[in-house]
Nanobody, 120 residues
Framework: QVQLVESGGGLVQAGGSLRLSCAAS????????MGWFRQAPGKDREFVAR????????YYADSVKGRFAISRDNAKNTMYLQMNSLKPEDTAVYYC?????????????WGQGTQVTVSS
């Protein structure tokens, strides 16, 4: 139903910033809750942030609070993750996710991921 494509990853120095984008296509409904997960080498995938349909309800993992900001533009079917004060431990593949009933079943759709590498 929904296809998600991430972009904006890359290599940055510690303390730098990146903005990730997630573009939705296909049968897309702006009412979907959307969010971000990440997976570092040798680690399980972990939750990063999510945002409600209206954009008014935000939830962040403790590890990124105060540094990352999630937002969405429903008219453009695009979600963003602004990442500031990046640390080497933020290095991971970042995945876009979406669901119509996130609170019941969690994410239902996933992107392919975009690599973020933070060097010291």
């Amino acid at each position: 139903q929904v296809q998600l494509v991430e972009s904006g990853g890359g290599l940055v120095q510690a303390g730098g910033s990146l903005r990730l984008s997630c573009a939705a296509s296909g049968r897309t409904f702006s009412s979907y809750t959307m969010g971000w997960f990440r997976q570092a080498p040798g680690k399980d995938r972990e939750f990063v942030a999510r945002i409600s349909w209206s954009g008014s309800i935000l939830y962040y993992a403790d590890s990124v609070k105060g540094r990352f900001a999630i937002s969405r533009d429903n008219a453009k079917n695009t979600m963003y993750l602004q990442m500031n004060s990046l640390k080497p431990e933020d290095t991971a593949v970042y995945y876009c996710a979406a669901a119509s009933q996130w609170g019941v079943n969690g994410p239902a759709y996933w992107g392919q991921g975009t690599q973020v590498t933070v060097s010291s």
